[in-house]
T-cell receptor
Framework: GESVGLHLPTLSVQEGDNSIINCAYS??????FIWYKQESGKGPQFIID?????DKRQGQRVTVLLNKTVKHLSLQIAATQPGDSAVYFC?????????FGPGTRLSVLP | GAGVSQSPSNKVTEKGKDVELRCDPI?????LYWYRQRLGQGLEFLIY????????KSGLPSDRFSAERTGESVSTLTIQRTQQEDSAVYLC?????????????FGPGTRLLVL
């Protein structure tokens, strides 16, 4: 079945450094991927998405990379700021299903 | 509205009582979803609506859980005879059209605590 998981449950980075959050998915037919950010006490917030016909997509300070060969997705945050501290979820759709990973908690150190 | 709204934001209830959670999706969004999020865990899919029909109820954990939706607007999730294991954040999301390949926009959630 479809599963989406994250390599690390927690990640601590120094303010100003770049952050990389990883995600693995199991279904090679997955064709659409989303990253969400969830701050404490709030609902998940859309960050960026990517479709399977792309390898890379950039937003404001964020980049998503998709490696279909190894079924791996990553979220890169440039110049990490204290406001980036949150839990980050990857999600994958396949057909009518939508599956979320357990999340990675990003802590930004001063 | 500007975003997905949910009410109440917090709910404390006693074991065995029924609770009703409300979701107002983004105006014009035909698809609506309910998820459950236990403390420190990921999102658990509960049910999906397209319009006022629910083609996928596969995630509802038991027959104590039910949901309905009025047209393409408000949805309510009802939990009957609540149990302590039902304590979680219940998140609602909506998307513009069909289920796949559509970004889901989430509400702030309802934090349910069953004593």
């Amino acid at each position: 079945g479809e599963s989406v998981g994250l390599h690390l449950p927690t990640l601590s980075v120094q303010e100003g450094d770049n952050s990389i959050i990883n995600c693995a998915y199991s279904n090679s037919a997955s064709d659409y991927f989303i990253w969400y950010k969830q701050e404490s006490g709030k609902g998940p917030q859309f960050i960026i998405d990517i479709r399977s016909n792309m390898d890379k997509r950039q937003g404001q300070r964020v980049t998503v990379l998709l490696n279909k060969t190894v079924k791996h997705l990553s979220l890169q945050i440039a110049a990490t700021q204290p406001g980036d501290s949150a839990v980050y979820f990857c999600a994958s759709t396949y057909g009518q299903n939508f599956v979320f990973g357990p999340g990675t908690r990003l802590s930004v150190l001063p | 509205g500007a975003g997905v709204s949910q009410s109440p934001s917090n709910k404390v209830t006693e074991k065995g009582k029924d609770v009703e959670l409300r979701c107002d999706p983004i105006s014009g969004h035909t698809a609506l979803y309910w998820y459950r999020q236990r403390l420190g865990q990921g999102l658990e899919f509960l049910i999906y609506f397209q319009g006022n029909s629910a083609p996928d109820k596969s995630g509802l954990p038991s027959d104590r859980f039910s949901a309905e939706r009025t047209g393409e607007s408000v949805s309510t999730l009802t939990i009957q005879r609540t149990q302590q294991e039902d304590s979680a954040v219940y998140l609602c999301a909506s998307s513009l059209g069909g289920r796949s390949r559509e970004t889901q926009y989430f509400g702030p959630g309802t934090r349910l605590l069953v004593l």
